[in-house]
């Protein structure tokens, strides 16, 4: 259960939601065929070590019998890595990733000179990505900047510190975020994102119902896989369910060009032809939204 000014690290609570991505990553990457290539995902599930995921990493979960296709993670991860190369492709020079996680893009994605990516997550997760990439001697391909802070908290206040220019055009991306926060702290975000995001900004988000999860996601998972994707830990348990703001609503609100996709519609987009699901997992794997939005001009 969450509570107030709640923290962790890699191996506990909302940071093992991060490891669990990262592990379908590192699954995605080594399939025939790959939507993504992310060589990072490896070395922080192994040096995590958590044993449920090391085991998932070597044994991935089967669909009544057949290998779980990798390519649920891999549609997703492709939908923000495109958005990002996308918006720096079209002049965009400050990129911000709001909950980094276990997110490699500053190292695995050709950025175009002149750019910088922004990273903001819980101090603990933060130090851990940099200790293992420090330790296997990987170089960001373009300038990168860790804001350690809670989102909860006076982030802008943080990424301002860190050098962040609120007159620049930028590249926010929430994936894998919003379920995590109150419903405040996700109304507070937006709400800061309108305030540092001048015309011609972007912002790709994944976006679910708010009850998406409440009717025991892990339940089913548990019904027609052969192990937890998420080892021990129901991500659902971890989420809030309180009164929020529609994120597609709230943008198209404040002067935002937004553009929505199903997981099928990007399926379809990235030739991924994925297997027939049980009804009810297909129902819940189908109710993200995946936004990406364009600042107006005033």
Excluded: C
Aim: glycine share 6%; net charge negative.
């Amino acid at each position: 259960m969450r509570t107030d000014g709640d923290t962790w690290d890699i191996v506990t609570g909302v940071g093992l939601t991060a490891l669990g991505v990262a592990t379908f990553r590192a699954l995605e990457s080594a399939a025939p065929d790959p939507l993504i290539q992310d060589s990072y995902a490896e070395l922080f599930v192994r040096a995590a070590g958590e044993p449920k995921f090391m085991d998932i990493l070597a044994d991935p979960p089967t669909l009544a019998g057949a290998p779980l296709v990798p390519g649920f993670m891999g549609i997703r991860t492709k939908f923000f890595d495109e958005f990002f190369l996308s918006s720096v492709a079209d002049g965009i020079t400050q990129a911000v990733i709001l909950a980094a996680g276990l997110d490699a893009r500053a190292y695995r994605l050709d950025w175009p000179p002149g750019t910088i990516v922004y990273e903001i997550d819980q101090p603990d997760v933060l130090e851990f990505k940099n200790r293992v990439l420090a330790e296997h001697s990987a170089t960001p391909r373009t300038e990168h900047r860790t804001v350690a802070v809670d989102l909860r908290s006076d982030w802008p206040a943080a990424l301002a510190a860190a050098g962040a220019d609120p007159a620049a055009p930028t590249a926010w991306s929430a994936e894998g975020l919003l379920p995590y926060l109150p419903g405040a702290a996700q109304d507070a975000l937006f709400a800061h994102i309108g305030e540092l995001s001048p015309a011609g900004s972007r912002i790709a988000v994944e976006a679910a119902p708010a009850d998406a999860a409440s009717s025991g996601l892990a339940e089913i998972e548990t019904k027609y896989l052969n192990k937890n994707p998420f080892g021990d830990i129901d991500p659902a348990e971890l989420f809030y369910y309180d009164d929020r703001t529609d994120p597609e609503q709230w943008l198209r609100d404040h002067g935002w060009s937004v553009h929505a996709a199903t997981p099928a519609d990007l399926a379809a987009t990235y030739g991924v032809s994925l297997p027939d699901l049980p009804e009810e997992l297909e129902q819940h794997w189908q109710r993200p939204r995946y936004l990406s939005a364009v600042r107006d001009p005033h």
